[in-house]
């Protein structure tokens, strides 16, 4: 079964820039819609960004649209979330997602049923 690890994540100031990464272990990661969420502390998981199982659409919260960019690259099994003009508020714990069944609404949580550990990402002022 396909497994998800995220890495990446660190303490940068407000305006920078960060790179997420996402790394599958299984074969059928290229057919996968993918999705990056994230959730601060005392706060519900929220939608982030997701891709299309092959990269021809993408899709953005509207608090990082224009800021964020979501991608990936299925012959090394990995998405990325690139991250600019970071804020204070970007502070939070980041989780990619996986929907194997391969339906549902790409905003919700619920569509996607295997999910990395999370990595920390920390934004100072």
């Known amino acids: 079964q396909v497994q998800l690890v995220e890495s990446g994540g660190g303490l940068v100031q407000a305006g920078g820039s960060l790179r997420l990464s996402c790394t599958a272990s299984g074969r059928t990661f290229r057919t996968y819609p993918m999705g990056w969420f994230r959730q601060a502390p005392g706060k519900e998981r929220e939608f982030v960004a997701a891709?299309?199982?092959?990269?021809?659409?993408?899709y953005y919260a509207d608090s990082v649209k224009g800021r964020f960019a979501i991608s990936r690259d299925n012959a090394e099994n990995t998405v990325y979330l690139q991250m600019n003009s970071l804020k204070p508020e970007d502070t939070a714990i980041y989780f990619c997602?996986?929907?194997?069944?391969?339906?549902?609404?790409?905003?919700?949580?619920?569509?996607?049923?295997?999910w990395g550990q999370g990595t920390q990402v920390t934004v100072s002022s």
């Open positions: 891709i299309k199982w092959n990269g021809a659409n993408t």
């Open positions: 997602a996986a929907d194997t069944g391969n339906s549902g609404n790409y905003y919700s949580r619920y569509r996607y049923d295997v």
